[in-house]
């Protein structure tokens, strides 16, 4: 099952683009307002997903392997996950946000981030760092996994974490590279 956490625009793209990156069609849901977490499903009522919707966080946890936080929270909202779990983190892109414990990254087999660098003055890393829950050494960049410099999930069990805080660049080359897909798939 596909948790996710939050019900703004950042949630229902998140979704949209797990459609061809994943097999699994069951989502569970979660968001402060039940209102409009309601008007978030029903805006992804074109999907192929079967959207559920949590009680409460716990049941997130419980259900669901793939966790992705797109919410703008200041205290965590997660506190542990389940071995085999991966959280995509991306609503913590300040200094002052945070959506999950330090101690889900401490847990964590692989914690990845956009920018090494970046991660250092916000995001779920930079609070981890701040709580000497991680050491910086044991952070790779997602583009080290890419180019095959660093490994990343191995197996199942394994506990992994992408903190992503937005790197301009990277959004526009992977803009560029969706756009000519698109053109070459018509």
Do not use: M
């Amino acid at each position: 099952c596909i948790g996710i956490v939050g019900c703004g625009i950042q949630a229902e793209q998140q979704l949209r683009v797990l459609a061809s990156a994943v097999d699994c069609r069951r989502v569970l849901a979660w968001g402060r307002d039940r209102q409009r977490l309601l008007a978030w499903r029903e805006r992804l009522a074109d999907t192929s997903f079967d959207i559920g919707l949590a009680a409460g966080l716990d049941q997130i946890v419980d259900r669901c392997r793939l966790i992705v936080t797109t919410t703008p929270v200041t205290e965590p909202l997660l506190k542990a996950v389940r071995s085999g779990t991966h959280v995509t983190a991306i609503g913590s892109d300040t200094p002052d946000k945070q959506e999950l414990a330090p101690a889900i990254l401490a847990a964590a087999d692989v914690v990845a981030v956009d920018s090494r660098l970046q991660c250092q003055g916000r995001g779920e890393v930079f609070r981890a760092l701040g709580s000497g829950s991680i050491a910086l050494e044991a952070v790779v960049e997602l583009g080290e996994i890419i180019d095959g410099g660093c490994r990343g999930r191995r197996d199942d069990t394994q506990i992994t974490v992408a903190d992503f805080t937005g790197i301009a660049t990277q959004d526009i080359e992977i803009a560029r590279t969706v756009y000519q897909r698109i053109c070459n798939a018509h």
